[in-house]
């Protein structure tokens, strides 16, 4: 993300339906899940999981927006790319379902009452 222009390969097939807006949803949605993962042996309570799940994500989603200004203002050769921040935030969201349905809801499954 913070290579200089010139010492990136050629891209040409990246364009190929959108793969480098895929590629941000992917690495940006692996970024959030991993900080979502330890909440799934946690004593947190479901609300206070899902209050952690939202910041998560609105911090991948501003981190995705802050490499897009470092790129603008401080790396040569690139630019600032508001699609690709949009693909950052689309990987945010759906790490944001994809861990409350399995860290919130599979824990609720798994609990027996009484314990």
Request: with cysteine.
């Amino acid at each position: 993300m913070c290579l200089p222009g010139e010492d990136l390969p050629p891209t040409d097939w990246l364009h190929i339906n959108f793969l480098d807006k895929w590629l941000h949803v992917a690495v940006f949605g692996c970024l959030g899940f991993l900080f979502c993962w330890p909440f799934s042996n946690s004593v947190f309570s479901e609300r206070q999981r899902k209050y952690y799940f939202i910041k998560i994500a609105l911090a991948v989603s501003i981190w995705g927006l802050t490499i897009e200004f470092i790129q603008k203002y401080f790396i040569p050769g690139r630019s600032f790319d508001l699609f690709d921040w949009a693909a950052d935030s689309v990987g945010a969201l759906i790490t944001f379902f994809i861990s409350r349905q399995i860290f919130i809801k599979t824990n609720k499954k798994n609990t027996k009452p009484g314990l």
